[in-house]
């Protein structure tokens, strides 16, 4: 071997040793624990950031109140976007949440749903005869104790005065996507889910809007974790709270705290 070429070779060995390999060292995707109902939305709200930053992300998507447990039992997520604000109070309580990030970002709507192959029509007050529309079949919903979705919906029904007529005939599942996929597939007659759920799946009908004053405001708060406070997910945070990410969640459905939305 020639001292010409043991020297290159000795040069590039300390440079790969000091990291300096010659091609630039990407972040490594940022984690990201969101609620199920913002699924379509957010897989091309990363879309959007990967391409005009260069950034990426790992979206992993399932009902707030076991993303939050999650989180609790050390998961390593960076960002967590909830589709209520009482798990974020929770996080925030027990001190896992980065100080001073967390916001109030979209805002959402309850509707009452029906499955393809239905003729149900109903309107949506007090006193609706919802179990005879059911006709022997289940009402499709989140958890009625624990996710959002549910808690809105049981919310809602309690207003209507038809709770305690109702809750012997609801299928209960794990999200509001779930519940969406029983009305869906002609599993369960109705649901409860919210209006972007609604769109994001063109096999079921939207029966009506329940009143904004039949449930608390559907709310979902963003913030880094504790865990997220590095470059990357700040990049991501900053992304998603600003104008690009906020036109794409408009398209589907969700309103913006305070600018006049839901």
Same mark, same amino acid.
């Given at each position: 071997?020639?001292?010409?070429?043991?020297?290159?070779?000795?040069?590039?060995?300390?440079?790969?040793?000091?990291?300096?390999?010659?091609?630039?060292?990407?972040?490594?995707?940022?984690?990201?624990?969101?609620?199920?109902?913002? %699924?379509?939305?957010?897989?091309?709200?990363?879309? %959007?950031?990967?391409?005009?930053?260069?950034?990426?992300?790992? $979206?992993?998507?399932?009902?707030?109140?076991?993303?939050?447990?999650?989180?609790?039992?050390?998961?390593?997520?960076?960002?967590?976007?909830?589709?209520?604000?009482?798990?974020?109070?929770?996080?925030?309580?027990?001190?896992? $949440?980065?100080?001073?990030?967390?916001?109030?970002?979209?805002?959402?709507?309850?509707?009452?749903?029906?499955?393809?192959?239905?003729?149900?029509?109903?309107?949506?007050?007090?006193?609706?005869?919802?179990? #005879?529309?059911?006709?022997?079949?289940?009402?499709?919903?989140?958890?009625?104790?624990?996710?959002?979705?549910?808690?809105?919906?049981?919310?809602?029904?309690?207003?209507?005065?038809?709770?305690?007529?109702?809750?012997?005939?609801?299928?209960?599942?794990?999200?509001?996507?779930?519940?969406?996929?029983?009305?869906?597939?002609?599993?369960?007659?109705?649901?409860?889910?919210?209006?972007?759920?609604?769109?994001?799946?063109?096999?079921?009908?939207?029966? #009506?809007?329940?009143?904004?004053?039949?449930?608390?405001?559907?709310?979902?708060?963003?913030?880094?974790?504790?865990?997220?406070?590095?470059?990357?997910?700040?990049?991501?945070?900053?992304?998603?709270?600003?104008?690009?990410?906020?036109?794409?969640?408009?398209?589907?459905?969700?309103?913006?705290?305070?600018?006049?939305?839901?």
């Amino acid at each position: 071997m020639t001292t010409r070429l043991s020297c290159m070779l000795l040069t590039l060995t300390l440079l790969a040793a000091l990291g300096w390999t010659g091609v630039a060292r990407a972040d490594p995707p940022v984690t990201v624990f969101a609620a199920a109902s913002l %699924k379509n939305a957010l897989d091309e709200v990363a879309a %959007k950031f990967e391409q005009e930053t260069g950034g990426l992300t790992s $979206l992993s998507y399932g009902g707030s109140s076991a993303l939050a447990r999650q989180i609790q039992h050390g998961a390593p997520a960076q960002v967590f976007l909830s589709a209520n604000t009482a798990w974020m109070d929770v996080l925030e309580s027990e001190g896992l $949440l980065l100080a001073d990030t967390r916001v109030n970002l979209l805002s959402g709507q309850l509707v009452l749903i029906a499955g393809p192959d239905t003729d149900i029509s109903l309107k949506i007050e007090t006193g609706m005869n919802i179990t #005879g529309a059911l006709n022997g079949g289940r009402l499709a919903m989140a958890l009625v104790n624990a996710v959002p979705a549910g808690v809105y919906g049981r919310a809602a029904l309690h207003s209507l005065g038809l709770w305690d007529e109702v809750q012997d005939h609801v299928a209960q599942t794990d999200n509001a996507r779930a519940a969406l996929r029983l009305v869906a597939l002609g599993e369960a007659p109705l649901g409860i889910v919210y209006a972007t759920d609604a769109i994001a799946e063109p096999r079921v009908r939207v029966l #009506g809007l329940f009143p904004e004053g039949s449930h608390p405001p559907i709310l979902y708060p963003v913030a880094r974790l504790a865990r997220g406070g590095n470059a990357a997910s700040q990049a991501f945070y900053e992304f998603l709270t600003g104008p690009s990410a906020r036109a794409v969640f408009a398209q589907h459905g969700f309103g913006i705290p305070g600018e006049g939305g839901q």
